[in-house]
């Protein structure tokens, strides 16, 4: 149909129910004027919103409910994810064992040994370091920006008791560390957070470890008020790392793809990056 054939298809709905066509106007005016000031309202929660006191939960909610797709500042966003339980970041529950941390150790296969030395960038509750440590893998390390979560890592899992984890945001903690001083620097669903202004982060993985670096992060990356879409091969390829195998998650995977095992289908957007750190250095 062409554009005056729909206007007379609405006239004609129009004359036909014109209090049914009042009101749907009146629904669609309301909701334009909500959309925008829901946005201005945004405006001011990206600029004052922790000043505010406004809990980050809160204002993420916002966020979405507007299609905000731009990142908060890098302070709202450092107070987003040391909440104590900020909405995606927060586990309830601690597995012995686990078909998502399986998938690190799948990727790697024999290029690692149990004398290699790991650290994770953004462990949260510790997952991933008790799997490597359960599977034999004992000089680990974490940084988690969120106290609370390293808390909870100390307590649901005693045999992380004395692991160094460094708290505090990572583009920070890790340039305490010295050059080549980690065999194996990996992140899981991580860098999507990491801010734009925090880029430095690359260079310094990339100075830190001496073997291999291992990204499991989304291909396209995601948009939102706490994810920002890296290119993940381009990144660590400008910092001098050597790109030497990628698998959809999905491939890796320890088990079945159900939810059971901890598989959901937002994964299926994941890909597992390994680099090789160059001998020349960067």
Not at 7 to 34: M, T
Not at 151 to 160: A, W
Request: hydrophobic content about 40%; overall charge positive; charged content about 25%.
């Amino acid at each position: 149909m062409n554009q005056p054939g729909k206007w007379r298809a609405r006239c004609s709905r129009a004359i036909d129910d014109p209090l049914g066509f009042l009101s749907r106007v009146i629904k669609r005016v309301v909701s334009w004027v909500q959309f925008k000031l829901l946005n201005v309202f945004c405006d001011i929660l990206f600029r004052w919103g922790s000043k505010l006191g406004l809990s980050g939960n809160f204002r993420g909610k916002m966020f979405w409910k507007a299609g905000r797709r731009e990142i908060v500042p890098v302070s709202e966003l450092y107070d987003y994810l040391t909440q104590e339980r900020p909405n995606g970041h927060y586990y309830p529950g601690a597995p012995k064992w686990s078909s998502r941390s399986q998938s690190i150790l799948n990727m790697l296969g024999s290029l690692v040994n149990q004398d290699y030395s790991f650290l994770e960038i953004g462990c949260n509750l510790g997952r991933n370091l008790n799997h490597l440590w359960q599977a034999g893998y004992r000089n680990v390390r974490g940084m988690e920006i969120s106290e609370h979560a390293v808390k909870r890592l100390r307590s649901e899992y005693l045999c992380l008791a004395d692991v160094p984890v460094d708290i505090g945001p990572a583009e920070q903690s890790i340039q305490k560390l010295g050059s080549r001083s980690v065999d194996v620097i990996f992140t899981m669903a991580v860098l999507e957070n990491i801010h734009p202004d925090s880029r430095l982060l690359f260079k310094e993985i990339a100075r830190v470890a001496s073997k291999y670096v291992l990204a499991i992060e989304p291909r396209d990356g995601h948009f939102s008020h706490n994810q920002y879409p890296w290119d993940i091969e381009s990144e660590y390829a400008a910092v001098g790392l050597s790109l030497v195998d990628t698998k959809p998650w999905s491939a890796i995977w320890a088990g079945e793809l159900t939810f059971e095992n901890e598989w959901r289908e937002d994964m299926y957007d994941y890909t597992a990056f390994l680099f090789k750190v160059n001998s020349a250095g960067t």
